[in-house]
């Protein structure tokens, strides 16, 4: 079922909100959305961080939503379950489709790529809503290199594990929505990446 928005026409004062004014006004009130997808380390948060960064430069009032950020909400990923990760999908979709309602632009990154982790995204969406999907890839190795690099990580630091998530990646490609862009994060900078997607959704 496509998602729905309720009214709050005559509502934003008593929560602070306000009409658009300036380059925000003039660029449009309808919100964007913005899908980044790719494997494991292939610049999926650092991309969504940059680009917010743009259109906010741009007078756009931006939410990044990260699937990751909803799984810690539970407690990471260390014993959750199938079935525990599929609410996951769902409550994150419902989140993208909540600040979509209130006009904010959402920039949403994970890793959708099964039919199941991309309907828990779309059939969330407010009626209308058009995903602009941005598909990021890089290297094996490269990606390995990055894990093992990064505090924070915890399980991709194997490299089994890895392996296995950049596999199942490359097969489920072919599945994934129709892209607006593609970039290999080993030949572009996150910086370029997030000029260049702007630039085309706000020429």
């Given at each position: 079922?496509?998602?729905?928005?309720?009214?709050?026409?005559?509502h934003?004062?008593q929560?602070?909100?306000?009409a658009?004014?300036?380059?925000?006004?003039r660029?449009?009130?309808?919100?964007?959305?913005?899908?980044?997808?790719?494997p494991?380390?292939?610049?999926k948060?650092t991309?969504?961080?940059?680009?917010?960064?743009?259109?906010?430069?741009?007078?756009?009032?931006?939410?990044?939503?990260?699937?990751?950020?909803?799984?810690?909400m539970?407690?990471?990923?260390?014993?959750i379950?199938?079935?525990?990760?599929?609410?996951?999908?769902?409550?994150?979709?419902?989140?993208?489709?909540?600040?979509?309602?209130?006009g904010?632009?959402?920039?949403?990154?994970?890793?959708f790529?099964?039919?199941?982790?991309?309907?828990?995204?779309?059939?969330?969406?407010?009626?209308?809503?058009?995903p602009n999907?941005?598909v990021?890839?890089?290297?094996?190795?490269?990606a390995?290199?990055?894990?093992?690099?990064?505090?924070?990580?915890?399980?991709?630091?194997?490299?089994?594990?890895l392996r296995?998530?950049y596999?199942?990646?490359?097969?489920?490609?072919?599945?994934l929505?129709p892209?607006?862009?593609?970039?290999?994060t080993?030949?572009?900078?996150?910086?370029?990446?997030?000029?260049d997607?702007?630039?085309s959704?706000?020429?």
């Amino acid at each position: 079922m496509i998602g729905t928005c309720r009214a709050i026409d005559g509502h934003g004062h008593q929560y602070g909100w306000s009409a658009p004014t300036g380059r925000r006004a003039r660029l449009g009130t309808i919100a964007l959305l913005v899908v980044i997808t790719g494997p494991i380390a292939s610049g999926k948060s650092t991309v969504a961080r940059l680009l917010a960064a743009e259109f906010r430069r741009a007078g756009r009032c931006v939410a990044t939503v990260d699937i990751d950020d909803t799984v810690e909400m539970i407690g990471g990923f260390g014993t959750i379950t199938d079935e525990r990760f599929r609410q996951v999908q769902r409550v994150h979709g419902k989140l993208v489709a909540s600040w979509l309602c209130q006009g904010i632009d959402v920039i949403a990154h994970g890793p959708f790529y099964e039919p199941r982790e991309i309907d828990a995204l779309l059939e969330a969406l407010p009626h209308g809503t058009n995903p602009n999907w941005l598909v990021l890839d890089t290297t094996y190795e490269l990606a390995l290199d990055r894990v093992q690099a990064d505090p924070n990580r915890d399980l991709s630091k194997d490299p089994a594990i890895l392996r296995l998530a950049y596999d199942r990646a490359e097969a489920l490609r072919p599945g994934l929505p129709p892209n607006r862009w593609t970039y290999d994060t080993s030949e572009v900078t996150g910086e370029q990446i997030a000029a260049d997607v702007a630039g085309s959704l706000m020429e």
